[in-house]
Every structure is written in structure tokens, then in C-alpha cells.
């Protein structure tokens, strides 16, 4: 029997509703970023990650893995491919599927393990496979060279990935009595981590990995442009979110009450 049929008719529901919401706010929101361009020409910056980043945490990974699937493609074909930043065969074979991907990885790997842990390995693993996956299909179905899959993998995941981790905990955190009805009748998630050790031992890692990522980045190109024509040193936003990510990491303790916390660990108890 498989996971949907196992699921109530309001689960059910709470899926297609979650998917849909999911696909219409991430479309929007690459739709508005769709001029800035990857150095290749194809593909765009794409911070809108946070809305299918959100829904896997608060939701689940069937909902954002679709959601984030669905508007990706429909942001594809409404703004890259009209304007030369994408094609057709991309945004349904490289776009669509490295999002479904990452976000159902996402999901899954923060409903096995719901702490900040869990958060930055569900999002180091799947925005990492998932731009892997975008990557190797562009450039194969482009026919660029074969190292470029390593400059659109890490201009993506380094782009992507500060973002997820500085905004969604406080997405999740202050959305709470927008968002909690989108849940598959579970806790609503509270993202947190109670020792402040572990935290700032996970927070340096995630800065030093933004700060590889430019690093590597800057080995292909150290001016990236936009597709407009307008300069964009895209490197200050690596070190900015290198930064942000010890800020966040600092104050993470603090997002969450300890009335929010009691039923979280209750419930992993029981």
C-alpha cells in the first residue's frame, strides 16, 4: 500500500492543498528573480527555496518535493524559457526532477531526525543532489564542458543554501498561526537545538561551507553577471551569508519558548 493510500481523505487534502500553495508561491517568487542569470547563461539565482524548503519542514516531503517540482517548471516555462534562460527539455528534465529531489530528501531526512541537525543535513544533502542532478542535465543537454557541472552545482547550492538556513527556521517560527493547518496532523515543527555547543559546531561548519563553495566558485570566475547585462559581485553575497549563518547560529537557542519546546520532546518520547 503505498503512502497516499494510507493517508485520510482530509490528509490527502491537506497534501494538495499544501502542493499547490507550495507551487504557486515558488513560481511567483522565481518568476521575480528570473533576470539574474547564472554565469552560464542558463538557469537564474534562485532564493525562492525558501517557500519548498519551508513546506518540507512544516508540511512534510511529499507536499514540497511536488510543490517545489510543479512550480519550478511552470517559473521555467513562463520566464527563463520566453527570455533564452532555459528551454523546455530543461526545465522538464533538469529543473523539475532536481527539485523534486532535493525537497523530498530535504523533508525526509527532518522527519527522521527533527532538530537543527537534522535541518542543516536535510538541507546540505538535498540542495546538494538536487543542483548536482539540475547541473549534470544542463550541461549534458547544452553539451558544455564536463567541469562546469562543478561551477553550476556550487554556484546554485552556494547561492541556495544560506538562504534556506537563515530564513526558514524564522519562517517556521513566526508563520506558526498561518501555517499550522498545513501540517499532515502532527506537531507543528519547532526547529531548535538546546546545546548551544553543538550548535555553534554546526553553525562554523555551515559557514565554512559557504565559504568553500565561493571559494571554489571564484576559481571559475570571479565577476559573475547577470543576464540583463548588469554586474553582480555575487561573491559579497557569499561572505555576507557566511556571516549571516554564525548570526543566525547564535540566536537559534533564543527563536524557540521552552512551552514549545515541552510538547516536541514529549512527543519524541512517546
Not at 517568487?29 to 519551508?54: C, H, K, N, Q, Y
Not at 510543490?67 to 521555467?76: E, K
Amino acid at each position: 500500500m503505498t503512502l497516499l493510500k494510507q493517508q485520510s481523505a482530509p490528509s490527502r487534502a491537506r497534501l494538495v492543498a499544501s502542493a499547490a500553495i507550495c507551487a504557486a508561491l515558488y513560481a511567483v517568487l522565481d518568476g521575480l528573480t528570473s533576470t539574474l542569470r547564472t554565469p552560464w547563461g542558463v538557469g537564474e539565482f534562485r532564493p525562492g527555496v525558501v517557500v519548498p524548503a519551508f513546506f518540507a519542514i512544516v508540511a512534510g516531503p511529499i507536499p514540497a518535493a511536488l510543490g517545489a517540482a510543479v512550480g519550478s517548471f511552470v517559473a521555467d516555462m513562463v520566464t527563463l524559457v520566453p527570455s533564452g534562460g532555459s528551454t523546455p527539455l530543461l526545465a522538464a528534465v533538469a529543473g523539475a526532477p532536481a527539485n523534486f529531489i532535493g525537497f523530498l530528501i530535504l523533508g525526509y531526512v527532518y522527519q527522521k531526525i527533527k532538530n537543527w541537525k537534522g535541518f542543516i543535513l536535510g538541507t546540505t544533502s538535498g540542495l546538494f543532489i538536487g543542483n548536482l542532478w539540475a547541473a549534470a542535465f544542463v550541461v549534458y543537454l547544452l553539451g558544455l564542458p564536463q567541469v562546469e557541472v562543478l561551477g553550476l552545482l556550487l554556484f546554485w547550492f552556494g547561492t541556495m543554501f544560506p538562504f534556506v538556513v537563515i530564513f526558514v527556521p524564522a519562517m517556521v517560527r513566526y508563520l506558526r498561526p498561518y501555517a499550522s493547518q498545513l501540517g499532515s496532523g502532527k506537531p507543528y515543527p519547532v526547529i531548535t537545538e538546546p546545546s548551544r555547543r553543538v550548535l555553534w559546531t554546526w553553525s562554523i561548519l555551515v559557514a565554512a561551507l559557504v565559504l568553500a563553495a565561493m571559494g571554489a566558485l571564484l576559481a571559475f570566475q570571479t565577476k559573475l553577471v547577470t543576464g540583463s547585462g548588469g554586474a553582480l559581485a555575487w561573491e559579497l553575497l557569499f561572505g555576507v551569508s557566511a556571516a549571516a549563518v554564525l548570526v543566525v547560529g547564535a540566536f537559534i537557542p533564543r527563536t524557540s519558548s521552552q512551552s514549545e519546546l515541552t510538547p516536541k520532546i514529549e512527543n519524541q518520547q512517546s
